[in-house]
């Protein structure tokens, strides 16, 4: 049974297992806000033919009542195939200053050519733009180093109606979260929390 009084208390501020879950989300808000944040950045995992699949993306998005994560990519990448067929995708992240990591687990649901994609293209900036206007799909071989971008696009001489094309590779994954857990290391013990919103319980576990 959930106990509310029951919490932890972290920088002088009491949080019982809802409040708690609260504060996971702000965080995820934080990070997808702020460029700086140590949230902005996580470890995102798929399955790729029976292995595990990693790579480091941006978080672009957290919708709280969602609870649905926003990440952008390109859809000609290896985790978009492997995303279409997999759907089981999971987000790590770590605050080393706040010592708070969080597991995010979810499935995947891929955003193509949709009011979504739409929305966030056209605040896509142009150097950013550029990741989408490779002319070989991202993972191809090249014989020589290379960022696969034409010479004038690489030195960003190009013009925002120049690189609409790069819409055509513009995807973007959105994990709709099914469980976070919850780790705080304490030189006084860790403690730990599971938010499951399949069974919609909520628990303290041993760290
Ligand atoms: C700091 C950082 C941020 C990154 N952000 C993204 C991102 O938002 N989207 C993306 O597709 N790749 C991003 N990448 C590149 C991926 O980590 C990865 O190398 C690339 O997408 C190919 O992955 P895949 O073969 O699994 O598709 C980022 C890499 C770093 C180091």
């Known amino acids: 049974m959930m ?3 029951d919490g932890v208390i972290i920088n002088s501020i009491f949080y019982n297992l809802i409040e708690l879950e609260k504060d ?3 965080r995820l808000v934080n990070g997808a806000i702020r460029g700086r944040d140590a949230f902005h950045t996580p470890c995102v995992g798929s399955i790729s033919n029976g292995e595990v699949s990693m790579r480091t993306m941006v978080l672009r998005k957290a919708l709280p009542i969602e609870r649905v994560l926003r990440f952008h990519t390109d859809i000609r990448s290896r985790k978009w195939e492997e995303l279409a067929l997999n759907q089981s ?3 790590l992240f770590y605050d080393a200053s706040a010592r708070i990591q969080l597991r995010v687990k979810g499935k995947a649901k891929l955003h193509y050519d949709d009011d979504i994609t ?11 733009r550029r990741s989408y206007l490779t002319k ?3 993972s191809s071989f090249s014989d020589i180093p290379t960022s696969g971008l034409s010479e004038n696009i690489e030195q960003e001489k190009f013009t925002l109606e120049e690189s609409e094309v790069g819409q055509e590779h513009f995807g973007i994954v959105a994990i709709q979260v099914e469980s976070i857990d919850w780790l ?6 860790h403690r730990r929390a599971f938010f499951d919103y399949i069974s919609d319980e909520y ?3 041993v760290p």
């Open 3 to 5: 106990d509310l009084n």
């Open 24 to 26: 996971c989300w702000n």
């Open 89 to 91: 995708i999971s987000a």
């Open 118 to 128: 739409s929305e966030a293209w056209q605040k896509t900036a142009l150097s950013s």
């Open 136 to 138: 070989n799909p991202p």
């Open 184 to 189: 705080w290391l304490n030189h006084a013990g």
């Open 203 to 205: 628990h303290w576990m």
